[in-house]
């Protein structure tokens, strides 16, 4: 699949429910209306909306939420796209908060997932629970601990939250470093309304390298997941640091991804709110004529870039949705 601007799109990211067990102030109101069940996509038909992507070239899948490991029964999905592993599909990756790890880190190992990125905003349990408003950090850590043992490679992602936890930066490359993980910091993205003021939370990437280079040696890594990060080694741990900036540095020149929700809706891009309606055709018929003409036509739209910006007078998300429903 090739888009306007000759990218090639490999790279697909599903949400398979808007649900999640934690209600992050960056990410959620606490007081969140979920979707109807009804509108989901059964899992039969993700996996099958899966394997059409998968015909038209995508070889990358990560599966998403809300947090995806509390959809009920999600492993008989992973297990059945693990089983595409080799069939065009080369890598089959999972972002989740870890609060259900220590329950699945071993089934997702044996189902073909190699890595996952899990999400952990500070190392301090009263933070934690401030920022994740419903989370235990112990669990998660537990968590982190027993996809290590099933020999997942693992990516900690921490959003830099300006006076929140941007003293912990350090900490957490020490951690990081210590279990042998990457890090990625990720700025705030402008997206859905939430309880409290956005610019208060936004703190740009480029003063936190900055701070960085201060205590630790970087250098330019030449690593690539083909996600927007952009990594950088860490000399003293070994490992790699990624910078995730869609407000001071716009990544979308090597945009190679595009988005499902669990609803069957494919956003062409993050910070846009053109949309293309999978579900219809999924459910039209059991022929794949109809859904694979769907995709091709969405992917003939894909935007050049996200419009991602904060309106600094009154702090309004650029896209209404939140990251939940798109898949984060």
């Not at 067990?21 to 109101?29: A, E, K």
Request: proline share 3%; net charge neutral; hydrophobic share 40%.
């Amino acid at each position: 699949m090739i888009d306007p601007f000759g990218r090639a799109i490999t790279y697909l990211r599903v949400s398979v429910t808007d649900r999640c067990d934690f209600r992050c102030v960056y990410c959620m109101s606490e007081d969140m209306v979920f979707m109807p069940k009804r509108d989901l996509l059964s899992l039969e038909e993700l996996d099958r909306v899966c394997a059409a992507f998968i015909r038209q070239g995508i070889t990358k899948l990560r599966l998403t939420g809300g947090e995806p490991l509390v959809r009920r029964d999600v492993m008989w999905l992973i297990r059945k796209l693990g089983s595409r592993l080799g069939q065009g599909l080369e890598e089959l990756t999972i972002t989740t908060n870890g609060s259900q790890l220590a329950r699945f880190a071993e089934d997702l190992a044996t189902a073909g997932v190699k890595r996952i990125n899990v999400s952990i905003d500070t190392l301090d349990a009263d933070k934690f629970a401030q920022i994740t408003r419903w989370g235990k950090l112990d669990a998660v850590l537990a968590g982190v601990m027993a996809a290590k043992a099933a020999g997942l490679r693992i990516k900690i992602n921490m959003v830099a939250l300006k006076g929140v936890n941007e003293d912990e930066i350090d900490r957490m490359i020490e951690y990081c470093g210590r279990h042998q993980f990457d890090l990625c910091l990720i700025e705030t993205m402008p997206m859905g309304e939430i309880d409290g003021d956005r610019m208060a939370q936004y703190l740009p990437l480029s003063l936190v390298r900055a701070r960085i280079g201060q205590n630790w040696t970087l250098s330019p890594s030449a690593y690539a997941t083909g996600g927007p990060a952009r990594y950088v080694d860490i000399a003293e741990t070994g490992q790699r640091l990624g910078f995730i900036t869609p407000l001071t540095h716009n990544f979308c020149e090597s945009c190679n991804r595009v988005r499902l929700t669990c609803t069957g809706t494919l956003f062409m891009c993050l910070g846009q709110e053109d949309a293309a309606d999978l579900r219809a055709p999924l459910r039209r018929s059991s022929d794949d004529g109809a859904l694979d003409a769907a995709i091709a036509e969405a992917i003939s739209r894909k935007p050049e870039g996200h419009d991602f910006v904060i309106d600094r007078r009154h702090s309004r998300p650029a896209v209404a949705r939140h990251m939940s429903v798109t898949g984060g």
